[in-house]
C-alpha cells in the first residue's frame, strides 16, 4: 500500500514477490530469522521491529499480525504496521534526559520529591532518600515527611506551605 511505500520507500513493484524483499528490510540475517519467528507465533501479536529502508535509513515499525485471525484468500500472511519511530526517538531522548538528570542530582546532592494530590502519594528521589539517610524502599508519607524537619517553626512553615498548596494550588 502507499503507506508502506512511503515509510520503506520501496514500490510495491519492487516488493511483492521478490524473495530478497525480507533482506533488504532486514539485512542482518539473525535479526531477519527473528522477525520470522515472531511473526509465525500467534500468541505474539504486538511487535515492534526497525528495519532499513530503501535510503538505509532505519525506521522503527509496530506490528500487529492480523493474519493468525483472519485469513485474506491467496494471501500466506499480512498485519499492519506503524511507523512508531518518532516515538521512539522521543522515548530514547527522554530516557536520556533522565539519566542524565539523575547523575547531576547524585553529583550536585541535590534531591527531588513529588505528591500526587489525586492519589495521595509521595515519591522521593534517590537522592534525596540518600540525603535523609533512609532505605531504599522508604515510603514517605505526609506523617513521616514533617518529621524531617525541625520541631517548632521549620515544622510548622513547612506544614502551612503545604496546606496552602492543596488548598490554593
Not at 515509510?7 to 535479526?31: F, H, Q
Not at 553529583?107 to 534525596?128: A, P, Q, R
Request: glycine fraction near 6%.
Amino acid at each position: 500500500n502507499k503507506a508502506c511505500e512511503e515509510v520503506t520507500g520501496y514500490k510495491a513493484s519492487e516488493m511483492i514477490g521478490n524473495p530478497d524483499a525480507m533482506r533488504w528490510l532486514y539485512p542482518d540475517p539473525e535479526y531477519r530469522e527473528l522477525v520470522w519467528k515472531s511473526s509465525e507465533d500467534p500468541t505474539i501479536t504486538n511487535k515492534e521491529f526497525d528495519l532499513v529502508t530503501k535510503t538505509g535509513e532505519i525506521r522503527t515499525i509496530a506490528w500487529f499480525d492480523t493474519y493468525h485471525f483472519a485469513d485474506i484468500p491467496g494471501w500466506a500472511s499480512w498485519g499492519i504496521g506503524i511507523d512508531i519511530t518518532k516515538r521512539r526517538r522521543a522515548e530514547e531522548s527522554l530516557l536520556k534526559t533522565k539519566q542524565l538528570l539523575e547523575q547531576t542530582s547524585k553529583m550536585s546532592k541535590v534531591g527531588g520529591w513529588e505528591k500526587d494530590l489525586l492519589n495521595g502519594e509521595n515519591n522521593w528521589s534517590e537522592v534525596t532518600k540518600e540525603i535523609h539517610e533512609v532505605e531504599p524502599d522508604f515510603a514517605p508519607d505526609m506523617k513521616n515527611t514533617m518529621e524531617f524537619y525541625k520541631e517548632g517553626e521549620s515544622r510548622n512553615r513547612i506544614t502551612e506551605a503545604v496546606k496552602k498548596l492543596i488548598e490554593t494550588g
